[in-house]
T-cell receptor, first 110, second 116 residues
């Protein structure tokens, strides 16, 4: 069964900290992995997409890595800001649809 | 510059009263998706259209139907809403199908459905 797990479910950090969000999955035969951001009561915004053949992608202060052999992806956020507060979801494409994790709710405090 | 538009943003309906949610896109994408997201849960795919080709997920209840009259619009019809159908409904689009390589999905802001 193809499952996606995100731990922790919630995380609170002070402004300026570097942090890592985790995503683990059970089947390494993926096409790609995406990280999304969801603000309260809003839709999802795609942050980064990593193809199966890639190891990482970077966009500004965000860096996402992919290790298929261990079934893990991480989203690294550098120098966190209060505006980064949101829920971050990873989603895997196993060739038929996106399967989402339940997300990590991040709060960056002043 | 809105690319995926969902109307209304909030919808209140009565138990058993049919309701229709609307999604439109300006991206001219081939694929449109409907997801259901309950509180603190992951989005769950209900169905998708590839052009006019309708693809239903095996575990989507019969109570949920969809229509895509043209490339730009897609509707979600809930024939007899129950209390358990209260959720955020997200519409998304992509140029091609998942599994095709680099297919990012673009999401609308969602419609929050409340069933009384």
């Amino acid at each position: 069964k193809q499952e996606v797990t995100q731990i922790p479910a919630a995380l609170s950090v002070p402004e300026g900290e570097n942090l890592v969000l985790n995503c683990s999955f059970t089947d390494s035969a993926i096409y790609n992995l995406q990280w999304f951001r969801q603000d309260p009561g809003k839709g999802l915004t795609s942050l980064l997409l990593i193809q199966s053949s890639q190891r990482e992608q970077t966009s500004g202060r965000l860096n996402a890595s992919l290790d298929k052999s261990s079934g893990r992806s991480t989203l690294y956020i550098a120098a966190s800001q209060p505006g980064d507060s949101a829920t971050y979801l990873c989603a895997l494409d196993w060739g038929n649809k996106l399967t989402f994790g339940t997300g990590t709710q991040l709060k960056v405090e002043l | 510059d809105a690319m995926v538009i969902q109307n209304p943003r909030y919808q209140v309906t009565q138990f058993g009263k049919p309701v229709t949610l609307s999604c439109s896109q300006t991206l001219n994408h081939n694929v449109m998706y409907w997801y259901q997201q309950k509180s603190s849960q992951a989005p769950k795919l209900l169905f998708h259209y590839y052009d006019k080709d309708f693809n239903n997920e095996a575990d989507t209840p019969d109570n949920f139907q969809s229509r895509r009259p043209n490339t730009s619009f897609c509707f979600l019809d809930i024939r007899s809403p129950g209390l358990g159908d209260a959720a955020m409904y997200l519409c998304a689009t992509s140029r091609g199908r998942t599994g095709a390589g680099q297919e990012t999905q673009y999401f609308g802001p969602g419609t929050r459905l409340l069933v009384l």
